[in-house]
């Protein structure tokens, strides 16, 4: 498998989950991992019990995520056409129609459906890289996406091809090189396979971006914000059924371990 970086095939193998690009240092998850059935992998399950205990609980949490984010993208660009890829249950979309003509793709088309119906807002199911536009975007924007994709350069790629020019792309994602990463290892919480497939450095992210035509205008380590539930899940790997009894309360953190990400596009 050829790096998404760098484009070579060599790999040394980082553990029992990753290997590492020998050329640049990408990090990847073993090929195996990018064989599974991502229809599967992406069915209602992954929103209950799977990367989430319960994705419709983090609401409150996640919208508080969204507003901060939304205050960056619209210092860069505060009107105009955005696309949301990833967008889920469609949160992220209710905070920025206010200012923007908004657009959605989540990659399970029943769910799509849902929430465009929910919401009564555009969203388009199916995978992003194969999906069809008719318009381009001043923003799009992706919250931890990046990291799920079989092919990150083909993600960007396309997501240069539709953004305008002097448009800007935002990505949230974890950061492999950061201390807590380091420390942990492969018992970084984010290191999930099958779901998480990539694991960008901001070197190696800066690269693919500059390589797709962008330009980086900045890289933060940001506050979110997380249930206690979702912490407890993710973070002790408890038993769902032990789930319920922890309080239903959001809580604001920051382990330095997630990036986020502003490019414009380069004439």
């Known amino acids: 498998m050829l790096c998404a970086i760098c484009q070579q095939n060599r790999w040394r193998t980082n553990g029992v989950l990753t290997d590492k690009c020998c050329s ?104 992003f890289s194969k999906t069809f536009f008719d318009k381009k975007f001043d923003v799009i924007t992706a919250f931890d996406v990046v990291e799920h994709v079989p092919d990150p350069r083909i993600f960007v790629q396309k997501c240069r091809q539709i953004n305008n020019d002097g448009g800007m792309l935002f990505l949230e994602t974890g950061d492999i090189n950061s201390v807590l990463a380091t420390i942990q290892k492969e018992s970084w919480r984010l290191v999930n396979p099958p779901e998480h497939l990539n694991y960008f450095s901001v070197k190696t992210l800066t690269t693919l971006l500059e390589k797709s035509g962008y ?18 899940f993710r973070g002790l790997h408890l038993s769902a059924k032990i789930i319920p009894y922890v309080p239903n309360v959001t809580i604001p953190l920051n382990t330095l371990d997630i990036i986020f990400v502003g490019a414009r596009t380069k004439n």
Not at 215 to 232: A, K
Request: aromatic share 16%; hydrophobic share 30%; charged share 30%.
């Open 24 to 127: 640049c240092g990408f990090v990847k998850a073993k090929d195996q991992y990018f064989l599974g059935d991502f229809n599967k992998i992406y069915s209602d399950q992954y929103y209950q019990l799977g990367d989430y205990y319960d994705y419709r609980n983090e609401e409150q949490a996640l919208k508080r995520n969204f507003r901060n984010r939304l205050n960056k993208v619209r210092s860069y660009k505060n009107s105009g056409n955005l696309l949301d890829i990833g967008c889920g249950y469609g949160f992220f979309l209710e905070e920025a129609k206010t200012y923007y003509n908004v657009l959605g793709v989540e990659r399970n088309p029943e769910l799509a459906e849902k929430i465009s119906g929910r919401l009564n807002l555009p969203v388009k199911g199916g995978d």
């Open 215 to 232: 330009e980086v205008i900045f890289v933060e380590r940001v506050n979110f914000w997380r249930s206690l539930r979702q912490i407890v």
